[in-house]
């Protein structure tokens, strides 16, 4: 079974400052993890994805995470807060065995920009 | 493009009444959809896998009774939530599987039930 632990369901940042969000994960087996964003009323929209190979993983909007395997951790960082980017962000893990793709999802990080 | 629509995206009914909701996959054909929930301020339970021409498998505590899931063609899923309650007000939320690729989400569909 596989689970994931966001750290902090609240994060408040300054326009332009650092955006740091905390996934850990926990899986049997080498996992595939995904960060989500939702805006408020709608579904959730793909920010990147982590399967095999580089353990940096670019997304869109200027976002991007490291697998840690050692620290199980897969952090979602963006250089600069722009008010758009306030949102939920949710972390989510699913096992790389095909066929197996059920998504099990973090509790959720709401992030507030401070202008 | 959307790859993937909700059909209604808000829906209000009374209670002992049911509610159907439609997930389309307009990009691909997809023979397995997933439906969660979403409380307010909480993250996404998956209630149930389905799969094209076959039952859907629901995930354990989700009443298969209560939700009936339809997955009728390769691009087409329906969720009823037969005899509704106020506690089943919630957003349900579609996805579609592409294979060897990603799950796609749906809009959502908000749900009160009076």
């Known amino acids: 079974a596989q689970s994931v632990t966001q750290l902090g369901s609240h994060v408040s940042v300054s326009e332009g400052a650092l955006v740091l969000l905390r996934c850990n994960y926990s899986?049997?087996?080498?996992?595939?993890l995904f960060w989500y964003v939702q805006y408020p009323n709608q579904g959730l929209q793909l920010l990147l994805k982590?399967?095999?190979?580089?353990?940096l993983v670019k997304g869109i909007n200027g976002f991007e995470a490291e697998f840690k395997k050692s620290e199980t951790s897969f952090h979602l960082t963006k250089p600069s807060a722009h008010m758009s980017d306030a949102a939920e962000y949710f972390c989510?893990?699913?096992?790389?065995?095909?066929?197996?793709?059920?998504?099990?999802f973090g509790t959720g990080t709401r992030l507030t920009i401070i202008p | 493009g959307a790859v993937v629509s909700q059909h209604p995206s808000w829906v209000i009914c009374k209670s002992g009444t049911s509610v159907k909701i439609e997930c389309r996959s307009l990009?691909?054909?997809?023979?397995?959809m997933f439906w969660y929930r979403q409380f307010p301020k909480q993250s996404l339970m998956l209630m149930a896998t389905?799969?094209?021409?076959?039952?859907?498998?629901?995930e354990q505590g989700v009443e298969k009774d209560k939700f009936l899931i339809n997955h009728a063609s390769l691009t087409l899923s329906t969720l009823t939530v037969t005899s509704a309650h106020p506690e089943d007000s919630s957003f349900y939320i579609c996805?579609?599987?592409?294979?060897?690729?990603?799950?796609?989400f749906g809009p959502g569909t908000r749900l009160t039930v009076l």
């Open positions: 996805s579609v599987l592409r294979r060897g690729s990603e799950q796609f």
């Open positions: 899986s049997s087996v080498p996992p595939y």
């Open positions: 982590y399967t095999t190979g580089a353990t």
């Open positions: 989510a893990v699913t096992l790389s065995n095909f066929g197996n793709e059920k998504l099990t």
């Open positions: 990009d691909f054909q997809a023979t397995t």
């Open positions: 389905s799969n094209e021409g076959s039952k859907a498998t629901y």
